[in-house]
């Protein structure tokens, strides 16, 4: 779940109903895909933003998303999320979680965050607050009024600043952080709704050498206990993420594989790489 959609959403409770369309209690990925496209199809004015999109996502991946200007990147992600319901084509989380017929916040609640680029925090909170704000609990607003951090909080909130390196910047109000910080608490914020899938949307973006090294780094300790989708124009940051790569072009996949064999493809030097 974003910033915005920790702002905007109603009140929820882990224990009461409201996943309607969630048929099965948990994530099933027995087959070991966490996230299916099959044929998705989105038209905006009769453009085809994307056009029979499959792809398929393994439980504990970090998967790098490339391609150019309208390659369909962003609609991707808004069908993942419920922002765009698609014209046709299944999205599956797991094996029973059907994507397409779930709202942003179920969607949210069943364990798929997402990160936007530009990175959104409350900047009049201490970083150690933002975190907390961030936790996945009950909140409604008598239960969030007489609730009191207990200790397996505040050791969840501890261990997410030592991941995002942020542990001596605990008490600091998140508006004073560097760009590069707010980027990494807005990921620690994201890690405390406990999501199964992160989408990242180029993450790196505006970051320094040191602090893209870093992000790096976080990404790759985060892959394996959670699946890692980056949409990203930075090939040096994608080679050092490693991992498999896919290209978009004109909304379905072009080519996949490492970073070096994609950019040997010769439709992809045509189409994105320009040489």
């Not at 364990?111 to 201490?126: A, L």
């Amino acid at each position: 779940m974003s910033v915005e959609q920790l702002q905007q959403s109603p009140a929820w409770d882990d224990g009461a109903p409201g996943l309607g369309h969630v048929l099965t209690p948990g994530l099933d990925i027995s087959h070991k895909v966490i996230l299916y496209l099959e044929d998705i199809s989105v038209s905006f004015d009769g453009f085809k933003a994307l056009n029979k999109l499959s792809l398929a996502i393994d439980a504990g991946e970090l998967r790098c998303i490339i391609g150019p200007n309208g390659a369909g990147k962003t609609t991707m992600m808004d069908v993942i999320t419920g922002k765009t319901r698609p014209d046709s084509g299944t999205c599956f989380f797991g094996q029973t979680i059907d994507l397409t017929r779930m709202s942003e916040p179920e969607i949210a609640h069943a364990g798929i965050g997402r990160k936007f680029q530009k990175p959104t925090v409350f900047e009049n909170h201490s970083v150690f607050v933002n975190l907390e704000l961030a936790m996945r609990t009950d909140k409604r607003a008598r239960t969030s009024l007489f609730a009191r951090l207990d200790d397996d909080g505040r050791d969840r909130i501890a261990d997410t600043l030592k991941l995002i390196r942020l542990d001596h910047e605990a008490g600091r109000l998140a508006g004073l952080l560097s760009h590069g910080q707010k980027q990494w608490l807005e990921i620690g914020m994201l890690l405390m709704q406990e999501p199964k899938l992160l989408l990242l949307d180029e993450p790196v973006a505006g970051m320094t050498d040191d602090e893209t090294e870093r992000t790096g780094e976080l990404f790759k300790s985060l892959a394996g206990k959670h699946s890692l989708v980056v949409v990203e124009h930075d090939m040096a940051f994608i080679e050092q993420l490693g991992g498999k790569v896919t290209v978009l072009h004109e909304g379905s996949v072009l080519a996949e594989g490492d970073l070096a064999t994609v950019q040997n493809d010769h439709r992809v030097i045509e189409v994105y790489l320009g040489r």
